[in-house]
Each structure stands twice: as C-alpha cells, then as structure tokens.
C-alpha cells in the first residue's frame, strides 16, 4: 500500500512537469530559448497567490465546477495498473469505468465554460462535446480490446498479465490498439493537430476557450487536472503498450516507468513540431481513424487471432 500511494503521488508530483517539458522541447527542436521546465510549478505557484475575479453573470456552478472537473481525475488515479511488480493495486475496474471518470471531469468542465456568460466559453464547451462523443466509444474499444488480448477486463489486472506475458501471437492487434489510444491521447488531451493550447487566437480555442474568463486559484486547478489528465493517459499507453519494467524491484520500476512517460513526451513533442493544427470539421476524419484502428484491434484479435 506504502509503494501504491508513493507511486500515485510521484505522478502527481510529476504531472506539471511533463507539460513543461513538452512546451520546452518544442522550443528546442523550432531553435528557440527554451523556458525552464518547472514553469508549471511556477504558474501554479504565482497564480494561487493571485485574487480570484468572477463575472456577476456566472452561477455557483464556476465556484465549484473546477472542483468538480478535478476530482474524477483524482479518482481516476487510484485504478491506474501498478508501476512496482507486486505493489497493491485495483484491479476490477474496466474500461467503462475509466472512460466514465474522464467523461465526468469533461462534462463538468464543459458546464464551466457554459456558465461564463461568454461566447467563447460557450463555443470552446460546445466543440469539446463534439470532440468528446467521438474520443469515448473508440477509447471504450480500444482498452477494451488490450484487456481481452491480456486476459482480463480490469485495466490493472491488464497491465499485469501484459508485463508478465507480452501477447506476441496477437501483436497486429496490439499495434492498432495502440496507435488508436495515442490518437486518443493527443486529441483528449488538446494537443496539435486536433487543438493548440498555447494559441493567443480565441476563434481557434477549444479547451482554452472554456476556461479565458478563470483566474487564481480556479485557473491553477484547471491547469493542474489538464496535466494530470495527461498524465492518466501516458500512463495508460505506458503501462499497456509499454508493458515492461514491471519486474524490477520498487526503486528501478519507478524510474523506469517515468523515462517511459517522458518518451511519449518526446514523441508528443516531436508530433507536434511536425504537425500543423487541423480544421475543426477535420478533426473527426482523425478520430473516425482512431474508431478504426479499434474495430481493426477487435476484428483481428477475434476473427484471425493475430
């Protein structure tokens, strides 16, 4: 249990920092100055010590909303599979179940940026539903068929059988599963091509437009649960489609799984460099490909075994 809760506060710990460093390598790789890689620390730092400022025409909901987008992510946290061999972890919880906990935090968040009396709050929640409905069936399927090929519907469990017998007679499954989920991934978490979240023009926001109108310590929160949502996600792809590292002892595991999440940083770095943000209305020909990628994983698992 000690092993569990440090492994779940390291990832928080470590959540703002990945984020910093994604913005930082891009820096590097367009022959930029980078900023440091613990801004995310700073923000959070300066902006809790900054005034909270509300608009008369919000609700209650704003007060609590930000809240309430954090805390099924929290949640979510505690059934992500183990990074230590042997460590406690849950491991009833499927693919449902996670997806319905991001979704929530997504509902609230949407419901922010409904409250805020601002077109732009506005549009950003209503092209975030739209992106939404398409990432949550293929992310359902996607899960879903690792944990089928891994002989157990609960994630945890999942990522166990997975370190511990690697489906190589499946692994044309495995592949398409995989690049599914990090389409899911990059869309989810609002990166380049299907969002910009450091863009300044607000007729091209979609997560940023939902929250332009927080400030203080709302922004911090909202900021914190976007990193540790991307956090959920690497570490979902990691420990399914990274399956190793599982077996060394407490120390070694942990770093071995936090170089994992910093090369899917790498690579959502790299993307995005590479990458030009696409056209909302294009946005579901690229998840349409996740949805796929996952009915290809389920097809081929099932009808051809491989």
């Not at 959540?15 to 820096?27: E, Y």
């Not at 620390?41 to 608009?55: A, C, D, G, P, V």
């Not at 491991?91 to 940026?113: E, K």
């Not at 495995?174 to 007729?203: C, K, M, Q, W, Y």
Request: glycine share 6%; charged share 10%.
């Amino acid at each position: 249990m000690i092993i569990y809760l440090t492994t779940i506060a390291v990832l928080l710990l470590l959540a703002p920092l990945l984020l910093s460093f994604i913005k930082s390598l891009k820096m590097v790789l367009l022959f930029k100055r980078p900023s440091s890689v613990f801004q995310g620390y700073r923000n959070f730092s300066k902006l809790m010590q900054k005034e909270t400022i509300i608009s008369q025409e919000t609700s209650s909901i704003t007060t609590y909303a930000p809240f309430l987008v954090l805390s099924p992510l929290l949640v979510t946290m505690f059934f992500l599979p183990p990074v230590v061999h042997g460590a406690f972890y849950v491991s009833f919880v499927d693919a449902f179940t996670i997806t319905g906990l991001i979704s929530l935090s997504t509902f609230f968040l949407m419901l922010l940026g409904l409250d805020s009396a601002s077109a732009f709050g506005g549009m950003g929640s209503s092209r975030e539903a739209f992106i939404s409905a398409l990432v949550e069936p293929a992310m359902v399927l996607t899960v879903f068929s690792v944990s089928m090929m891994a002989g157990d519907l609960g994630v945890g469990q999942a990522g166990v059988n997975l370190a511990e017998h690697f489906p190589k007679e499946h692994m044309a499954s495995f592949l398409f599963a995989g690049i599914s989920f990090f389409i899911l991934l990059i869309a989810e978490n609002g990166r380049i091509p299907v969002d910009n979240p450091e863009t300044h023009l607000e007729l091209t926001m979609v997560h940023e437009a939902m929250i332009l109108d927080l400030s203080g310590i709302y922004l911090a929160i909202i900021e914190t649960a976007a990193s540790v949502k991307f956090v959920i996600f690497a570490s979902l792809f990691v420990s399914l489609f990274i399956p190793f590292g599982l077996e060394y002892s407490a120390p070694v595991a942990i770093v071995v799984f936090i170089a994992k999440l910093f090369g899917v940083a790498v690579a959502v770095a790299i993307l995005e460099v590479n990458t030009a943000k696409l056209r909302l209305f294009k946005v579901p020909n690229l998840l349409g490909i996740s949805i796929v990628f996952a009915f290809l994983s389920l097809i081929t698992f099932y009808v051809l075994g491989a």
